[in-house]
Each structure stands twice: as structure tokens, then as C-alpha cells.
């Protein structure tokens, strides 16, 4: 049972997850100004580009449900040390990459690591936080998760200006270790009290899933085969043949996994959660919105390296207005709920949120920097605001002592978002770049921007071409705001009572 007074090195035990926390949401956005270099080096096509990105995301989302589950019945300490080696050592490999495959593999490896982490760490804080401390445990939590998510970009510009993209990589090896000494040092062992089973088979099942409907949807945004480039959506035949395939073993795969925890004696998804307005209101809004934003640093990468010709250190400097934003939002955000209600906390910053994107979908090759800081800063102001309310709305659903498995969930919800919205908004944008090209661009060099500036050589058709990849960014912002809306209407219309957070206890049973 959790303490009523609270762990007494519960502040300590906060900044120790933190610490782990940092290392896994920075991987969710360090890489996305490296893209360019990425795309040069290994000749890469938008299609590798959104397979590089998502190997972390949807591998990470596909075991956080059995993540969480082990780190109920193995203990939520060795779970959380063990993702950190995982972590660390997949990190190190994935610096030595030679090819665009390799890199994929190695972010994939990341991910399982980052799954073992991050239900643990929100497990243990409802362990070691007694239930009128949580709240604010759970706004430094979300500060420090939102203030990576938007820093990455800025820390790894840095990092590309310095080593190269390998840096990106090298700098978690440092900081894994420190994390895991401290854990080592500092976090105390828990489980559930209920031991109830891994199940192996489930996860294989949910995560062949998500990885064949991801898959799916970025070759599928190619035209079937992608154009050019090497790795994932490189040339290749397939037409809508490998779209339908991976499309059909993605609803075959995620079907089984449904029917096997309907009829296993210990679930380790409990679907009856979602009969709770709490937690599927929370979830479904969250979703929405990642899936806005989780493409929104992989689009303006871009746009401020090979559209605008920023350097990838000043290109990250360019997003601190994102960074800035997310840390006075989640200042906010964490004692909003108390005034205004968790709905209507939700419901603001999701509005927030996409009134940025409607600003940066307003963005041309020739916009005034105001325009993008002025995008950047609603957006982050808007997420980070309203991520302590999402956050402990989804959990004050799941009892205590299945809060590795409430967590997992919950971040299931948002890197499936993220992974989706790399996948359906990136290949929006490929899909609509390619269309507004000229004809006169070669079929090889439309498979991405920084493909067709090689070909175009710095002049032809290289203005047409920055003019091509603005239109598709317009229209996959319009489409995030559109998504962060959606999460704002569904946040509105679901979550019953706006104030059920000012007493509600994270870590309480459902009514």
C-alpha cells in the first residue's frame, strides 16, 4: 500500500525520475534537426526519414502495456534500471550507424529501453507521493517531460553543429548512467501485490501491429513505393499492394491481441478502464493532440534548415520559442485544475495549442521569424498547460496498485499519437509536396526536399520546389490544428465534471 505521509526521500526519488524521463521524451524530438544531415548522409528519402523517427515511437508504444505489467509483477526499480541499460546501449550502437537500416534498428532497440522506463517511472511516484502531494508530483513530471519534448530540437541542433548527428546519440550515454546510479541509489522496490502474469505473446501481437499499420501509412503517403532514397519507402515495386498487406496484418495482429486479453484470466489491458468517462475522455484528447504535434518539429526541421537555409544550431535556437512556451504553460498547467476544473484546464490548452498551428500553417519561404516564435510559443504554452490535467485525469481513473499498467496505457495513448502523426502528417506532406512540384522535377528527386535541392543543384527548380514543400506544410498544420481541436471538442463533451480533479485522487479506484 502506498504511504499516507509519503516516502521520505520522495523529493529525491522525484529527480532521479526525472533524470530517467529526460533521456526517453528527448529521444522522441533531439533527432528532428539532424533529418537534413541524415537525409545527405545516407541519402534518404521522406519515407526513411518518418521510418527513422518512428522506429523509436511505435516500438515504444507497442510495449509499454507489457512494460507496464512487467514492472507490476518484476518490480517497477529493475524495470526502470533495465530500460536504462537497454537504453544506453542501443544509444552507443546507433552513433556507430552506416546505414539508414541500421539507425532504424537502433532507435527500435531505444525504444523497447524507453518503454521499460516510462510506466515505471509514473508507478513509482504514485508509490512514494502521498495522494494531496501528487498533483504537484505530477506537474513536475509532465514540466520536465514537456520541457524535453521541446528542447530536444534546440539541444540537438547543438549537438549536430558540433559532432553530427552521431552526437545526438553519444550525449544519452552519459546521461543514462546518471540516471541509473541514482535510481540505484535512491528508489525503493514495489509490485503488485496481485502478481499477475506477463504476457509475452500479447505484446509481440500489439507491437507487429502498430509497426505494420505505421508502416502502412508511410508507404502508403509514397504512392505505394516511395520515390527515391534508400531504406523504408525507397524505390521499389508495390503499388497499393504493401500498403493493403501491412494494413490487413495490422488489423488481423491488433484484433487477436484484443480477443486474447478478452479471454485471459489476468488481462494485462483492462478494457473495463474504458468504460470510465475519466479515462477514456483523457485518453482519446490526448491522442488527438499528440498526433498534431508529434509531426510538427519533423515538418519545420525542414522548413528552417532546407527552406529558410538555417544552420541546424541556429535552426534549434529558432524552437526555443516552442521550449519557452512549455515551461510557462506547465508552471500554469500544474495548479490550473484547482481553479478552473481539469476540463476546462484540458479544453484551453488544446485551443492554445492549435491557434499556434493555424499561425505557422500561415508561414512562407519569406515569413518573419515573429510568425514562427509566435506559432511555436502558443503551441508549447498550450500542451504544456494542459498536460499535468490530462495526465492526472487518465490516472485518477486506474487503482494504485495497477498503476504501471494506468501508465503504461497512458503513454501508449500518446506515442501512438506521435508515431501516428509522423506517419499520416509526414506522408501528407510528401503526398502534397509531390503534387505541387513541377513536372519538370526528375521522379527521382521528388521523394523529399532536401532530394530535390541535390538535383536542382541551388538553382532550376529549387525555388518551386521550397514553394511545394510550404504549400504541404500548410496543409499538415492546418490538419494538427485540426487534430488538437478534435482533442479539445472530445475533452469538452466526455469529461463529466470539471472539478473531479480538485479531489479526486490519482491513485484512487474508479466509482
Known amino acids: 500500500m502506498t504511504d499516507p505521509e509519503g ?11 526525472c533524470a530517467a524521463l529526460l533521456v526517453i521524451v528527448l529521444d522522441n524530438t533531439v533527432l528532428n534537426v539532424a533529418l537534413p544531415d541524415l537525409a545527405e548522409d545516407f541519402d534518404a528519402s521522406t519515407g526513411t526519414l518518418q521510418a527513422v523517427i518512428d522506429a523509436y515511437a511505435v516500438v515504444f508504444a507497442g510495449l509499454l502495456i507489457a512494460a507496464g505489467a512487467a514492472s507490476d509483477r518484476y518490480g517497477r526499480r529493475r524495470a526502470l534500471l533495465t530500460g536504462l541499460a537497454v537504453l544506453g546501449l542501443a544509444s552507443a550502437a ?21 518503454a521499460l522506463v516510462m510506466p515505471a517511472t509514473l ?24 520541457v524535453a519534448m521541446a528542447a530536444g530540437p534546440v539541444l540537438g541542433g547543438a549537438l549536430v553543429a558540433a559532432w553530427s548527428w552521431a552526437g545526438v546519440f553519444l550525449l544519452n550515454v552519459p546521461v543514462v548512467l546518471a540516471a541509473a546510479l541514482a535510481v540505484a541509489r535512491l528508489v525503493p522496490e514495489s509490485r503488485d501485490p496481485l502478481v499477475r502474469p506477463v504476457d509475452p505473446a500479447g505484446a509481440a501481437l500489439v507491437t507487429a501491429g502498430m509497426v505494420a499499420l505505421t508502416g502502412a501509412v508511410i508507404v502508403a503517403g509514397h504512392g505505394g513505393t516511395g520515390h527515391g532514397g534508400t531504406g523504408p519507402g525507397g524505390t521499389g515495386a508495390g503499388g ?16 487477436a491481441f484484443v480477443r486474447r486479453q478478452r479471454r485471459a484470466p489476468a488481462p494485462v489491458v483492462e478494457f473495463a478502464l474504458y468504460r470510465d468517462r475519466r479515462f ?11 498526433l ?9 526541421a525542414q522548413y528552417l534548415q532546407l527552406v529558410r537555409g538555417l544552420s541546424a544550431l541556429e535552426a534549434g535556437a529558432a524552437l526555443v520559442p516552442l521550449a519557452l512556451g512549455t515551461v510557462l504553460g506547465s508552471a500554469l498547467g500544474g495548479r490550473a485544475p484547482a481553479r478552473l476544473g481539469a476540463r476546462a484546464t484540458i479544453v484551453l490548452g488544446f485551443t492554445a495549442t492549435a491557434a499556434g498551428f493555424l499561425l505557422l500553417a500561415a508561414l512562407t519561404p519569406t515569413s518573419p ?21 490530462t495526465t492526472a485525469t487518465v490516472l485518477g481513473a486506474v487503482p494504485s496498485e495497477r498503476a504501471g499498467m494506468g501508465s503504461a496505457l497512458n503513454d501508449t495513448h500518446q506515442q501512438l499519437g506521435i508515431a501516428l502523426g509522423v506517419a499520416l502528417l509526414g506522408s501528407l506532406l510528401a503526398a502534397v509536396y509531390r503534387a505541387a512540384l513541377p513536372a519538370s522535377v526528375p521522379a527521382g528527386a521528388r521523394g523529399s526536399l532536401a532530394a530535390t535541392l541535390r538535383a536542382a543543384d541551388g538553382g532550376g527548380f529549387a525555388g518551386a520546389a521550397k514553394d511545394a514543400f510550404v504549400t504541404a506544410q500548410s496543409v499538415t498544420m492546418l490538419t494538427a490544428a485540426g487534430c488538437a481541436l478534435t482533442g479539445a471538442l472530445v475533452a469538452g463533451a466526455v469529461l463529466r465534471d470539471p ?3 480538485r479531489t479526486q485522487d490519482p491513485g484512487a479506484p474508479a466509482p
Open 240 to 255: 497499393t499492394v504493401v500498403p493493403a498487406a501491412g494494413l490487413l496484418v495490422a488489423a488481423l495482429a491488433l484484433a
Open 280 to 290: 477514456a475522455g483523457g485518453s482519446a484528447a490526448a491522442a488527438l493532440l499528440t
Open 7 to 17: 516516502h521520505p526521500r520522495r523529493r529525491a526519488i522525484l529527480a532521479a525520475l
Open 292 to 300: 498534431g504535434t508529434g509531426s510538427a518539429l519533423f515538418v519545420l
Open 94 to 114: 546507433a552513433a556507430l550507424a552506416t546505414s539508414a537500416w541500421w539507425l532504424i534498428a537502433m532507435r527500435a532497440a531505444m525504444g523497447a529501453g524507453a
Open 123 to 146: 508507478a513509482i511516484l504514485v508509490r512514494v507521493f502521498p495522494a494531496r502531494e501528487r498533483p504537484r508530483a505530477f506537474a513536475v513530471w509532465a514540466a520536465v517531460a514537456a
Open 499 to 501: 472539478l473531479s480533479t
Open 369 to 389: 521569424y515573429a510568425l514562427v516564435a509566435g506559432g511555436l510559443l502558443l503551441q508549447g504554452w498550450g500542451t504544456g498547460f494542459s498536460s499535468p490535467a
